[in-house]
């Protein structure tokens, strides 16, 4: 029914008591920027997108199953039985990937994604400062020329995006370094802010070591 190799899965079940979903939303429930919420005044549609990707990057799926007594989310993962060791490389230690006090600009419209960033980066050693859109990002670049890196969300709403935010700063500080930060692999808008200079990429949900180890990774580029 779901497309999914036969065997063990481990299931992650979420369920409310709520109204249910239409039968019409439930058909577009996983597409990206799919909402029913105020633009400006709610999330960007892009949540249950990013869950979909994720599970089925991991081979799993996700069933829904919703009427009037409300919702059911359920999240399969293959069940791996085999132990594996995880090795950890001696560039990715925690000396190799901390900090030196550098200013970190977090750039994101999603408040707990900007938290998260801002609590694991000043955890390993650096300074964060916080902003909500693109174009808070240029203000602060206007008025603080010293920041050692921008870690940039690609998708914000409402206001410029991410592309657009790296272009208006970096006619303010040409030299500027940025990391990006997407849900989504490729994009247009992503390819030219390469092209722009921007010099690493980190795919939404990440880890603590994949954030730092990108950060320093551009830092000392």
């Not at 059911?72 to 993962?77: D, K, S, V």
């Not at 602060?140 to 991410?162: A, K």
């Amino acid at each position: 029914e779901h497309n999914v190799q036969k065997g063990a899965y481990v299931v992650l079940s979420v369920q409310d008591s709520g109204s249910g979903i239409s039968s019409h939303d439930l058909e577009h429930i996983f597409e990206p920027f799919y909402s029913r919420k105020i633009l400006g005044r709610g999330g960007t549609g892009l949540g249950l997108a990013i869950v979909w990707n994720t599970v089925r990057e991991h081979g799993g799926t996700v069933a829904i199953e919703s009427d009037s007594r409300g919702t059911c989310f359920r999240l399969y993962f293959p069940l791996s039985t085999e132990l594996q060791e995880t090795v950890v490389s001696e560039d990715n230690t925690t000396s190799a990937i901390q900090g030196k006090g550098e200013r970190i600009l977090i750039v994101d419209d999603e408040e707990n994604l900007r938290e998260i960033a801002s609590e694991i980066l000043t955890a390993h050693g650096y300074r964060t400062v916080a902003v909500a859109s693109g174009e808070d990002a240029v203000n602060y670049i206007r008025n603080n020329t010293n920041v050692d890196l921008l870690l940039l969300d690609m998708l914000m709403e409402p206001g410029i995006n991410g592309r657009e935010t790296y272009e208006e700063i970096l006619t303010i500080s040409p030299r500027q370094k940025a990391i990006i930060s997407s849900g989504f692999s490729e994009t247009a808008d992503m390819e030219m802010v390469f092209q722009l200079g921007a010099g690493g990429f980190i795919k939404k949900p990440y880890s603590v070591e994949q954030l730092c180890v990108a950060v320093r990774q551009e830092l000392d580029r």
